[in-house]
Every structure is written in C-alpha cells, then in structure tokens.
C-alpha cells in the first residue's frame, strides 16, 4: 500500500515541476473610451490630460513610437489647439515625450 502513495507524491512532484510557470503582467493598463475620458477630462477642467491619453491611444494603434498631432484630431475631443500645444510643452519639458516641430506643419511626437 506504500508503494501506491509513493508513487502518487512521486507522480505529484513530476506535475508540479512540468507546469508551467504563470508569468505576472509587468505593466498595467486601462482602457477607456476616448469620448468618455474628454467628458471626465473637460468635467475636471482639465483638457490638457486628454492631449497624453489621445498620445498613448494613437501610439497603440499605429504601433510606432512616433505620431503625427493634427489640431483637428484633438479638436473632436474638445481639445482647442493652444490646450494642445501648452500641454504638448509640459509633457516635453518633464520628459515623457519629444517633439518634432516644423514651420507651419504639424507636430511628430515621440512618446518616451
């Protein structure tokens, strides 16, 4: 009879060593409707936030680094092109993001 009870922790163990091992999400995230966040976002008085979460948005679904930031784009979220360029400089200058500015052209952003 011990030998069935070994066999079955022997048997066990093997198991347990063969599974594999459940890897943890490193990053976590949320998503939320764009038209939704500019509600809230215009709700707190706070438009500016909507120009990062429009960033990241855009950055997932072309799936590149960098992304062209039309006025008229921010603007169907309430986002008026002086919001979007003074939230534009506050994300530069604490380092989330680069910007590429020409001329009389629209901004390519990096997210960094």
């Known amino acids: 009879m011990t030998e069935g009870s070994d066999y079955a922790k022997r048997r066990l163990a093997e198991l347990y060593a063969a599974a594999p091992v459940k890897r943890k999400k490193e990053k976590l995230f949320a998503m939320v409707e764009l038209v939704a966040a500019a509600e809230a976002f215009a709700a707190m008085n706070c438009p500016k936030a909507m ?52 001329p009389l052209k629209t901004p390519h952003v990096t997210l960094l």
Do not use: S
Not at 77 to 93: H, I, M, N, P, Q
């Open 51 to 102: 120009v990062y979460v429009w960033l990241v948005h855009e950055v997932r679904k072309t799936g590149k680094r960098t992304v062209p930031a039309p006025n008229g784009m921010l603007a169907k979220y309430g986002v008026t092109r002086e919001t979007k360029r003074r939230a534009l400089k506050e994300l530069e200058a604490d380092g989330l993001i680069a910007i590429k500015q020409r």
